[in-house]
């Protein structure tokens, strides 16, 4: 018999082992030098100058102070904004604070008010409308912070709602408050702030269904410890879901209940959307510290129409109609090609935007299927680019990237 068959040196069975696998909690990770996945607050600072992508609060600290400052209305509990300056940071005033948000009004007032009662906000749209990008800035203007967040996968496991444990703690103490490791939705509850839940409907129902308790009674009851947190006032949820999602994982009636629903529109018009896509791209060249290109309206013009041509099925001017292909070209996806081809021309052009490099992209976020996509996308080459007379650069451009 070797040493690990004789059950004499084997370690003792600890009571109350707990079998539900969860992956190593951030704890865990620090006690073996292993990076944390979560920065303090401080580090977070420090980093803030070198990080690819700040978070809302931190990019946008100076608006929301001078807003903080000069906001006389009432605020609901725990909340750092009035639900009027939280709409103006979204908005935008015309003036020192940007828009982030460029929609209806009347939709940023139903979000933010939703989030005042006692109803949690369910943003649904089709992808590329925003819904992460507002509920980033929601949770920011009015809790402060927008990191408590949960991604939804179909792996998500109940852990990322509820709580899970830091098993070298528990094994060597027993359950306890220490040896507990907080989703973030426990977090939020017990800060009082906003936590976010993104694609909510890509999640197992199981999981979606521990935010029942959460939302009805307000309170996540935690029966190892025979205790629970209870929500600070302050503690809402902002979820995300994805209008093509609809059938994945159907939300339970049980939890839409408990959700407000807004839509997300696409933009309404050519013009609206151009501005939306100009305005991201020049902020995400500042913030990648593009050379600067001249702004190349005309291609960003260009690259919407044919996003919107293909997305509707017909031609600006209602003459013609085309076939749509498989993808989604989103604003999102728009504002992408732009940027890559801000970048060509930044690193290997002359600096300035031209149609040969934003053609490239194009063609790539619209032939999504090698087969039927390529079929689609020559015949609005031939039928509607070709006789564009003013499109002759671009058209060339298309031919010699597809
Ligand atoms: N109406 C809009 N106003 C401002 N930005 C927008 C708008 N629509 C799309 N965007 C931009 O599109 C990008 C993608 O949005 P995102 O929030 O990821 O979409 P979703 O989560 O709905 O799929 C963001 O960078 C956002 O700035
Ligand atoms: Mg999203």
């Not at 084997?10 to 292993?34: D, H, N, Q």
């Not at 990191?147 to 098993?167: C, D, H, M, P, S």
């Not at 839409?256 to 013009?271: D, I, K, Q, W």
């Amino acid at each position: 018999m070797t040493p690990l068959e004789d059950p004499a040196l084997l370690p003792e069975p600890r009571p109350g082992f707990p079998s539900v696998p969860v992956s190593p909690p951030a704890e865990a990770r620090r006690e073996r030098g292993m990076p944390s996945k979560w920065p303090t607050t401080r580090e977070r600072a420090e980093a803030e100058m070198t990080v690819l992508r700040p978070h809302a609060e931190d990019q946008y600290a100076d608006e929301l102070e001078m807003l903080a400052k000069s906001d006389d209305r009432p605020r609901p509990p725990g909340w750092k904004l009035s639900p009027w300056a939280v709409t103006t940071y979204l908005l935008g005033d015309g003036d020192q604070i940007t828009p982030k948000y460029i929609g209806p009004r009347r939709i940023v007032e139903v979000a933010v008010a939703t989030l005042a009662t006692d109803r949690a906000l369910l943003l649904l749209g089709v992808p590329g409308t925003a819904k992460t990008w507002l509920s980033e800035h929601l949770a920011a203007a009015i809790s402060g912070d927008s990191t408590l967040l949960v991604q939804g996968t179909a792996g998500t496991a109940e852990e990322a709602i509820r709580y899970g444990w830091n098993y070298a703690r528990l094994l060597a103490e027993g359950p306890s408050r220490d040896a507990l490791t907080p989703s973030p939705v426990m977090r939020a509850m017990a800060e009082g702030r906003l936590a976010r839940v993104e694609e909510l409907t890509r999640m197992p129902s199981d999981v979606q269904d521990a935010l029942i308790t959460v939302l009805s009674e307000k309170t996540l009851p935690i029966p190892e410890l025979n205790e629970e947190v209870q929500a600070a006032r302050g503690f809402n949820v902002i979820a995300t879901a994805n209008d093509r999602d609809r059938g994945v994982n159907e939300l339970s009636s049980a939890l839409r209940r408990r959700f407000n629903t807004v839509v997300l529109p696409v933009p309404a018009s050519a013009e609206e959307e151009i501005d939306i896509v100009a305005r991201r791209v020049a902020q995400l060249g500042r913030s990648l510290e593009l050379p600067v290109a001249a702004t190349g309206l005309d291609e960003i013009r260009r690259v919407v129409t044919i996003f919107r041509e293909l997305r509707s099925g017909t031609t600006a001017d209602g003459r013609t109609t085309v076939k749509s292909p498989s993808g989604t070209l989103s604003t999102a996806e728009a504002i992408s090609v732009v940027t890559n081809g801000i970048a060509l021309a930044a690193h290997f052009g002359d600096g300035v935007l031209r149609a040969g490099d934003v053609a490239a992209g194009i063609v790539g976020a619209v032939i999504q299927d090698p087969v039927s996509d390529r079929v689609v996308w020559h015949e609005y080459l031939e039928t509607v680019v070709r006789e564009r007379l003013d499109w002759r650069d671009f058209y060339r451009a298309c031919r010699d990237v597809s």
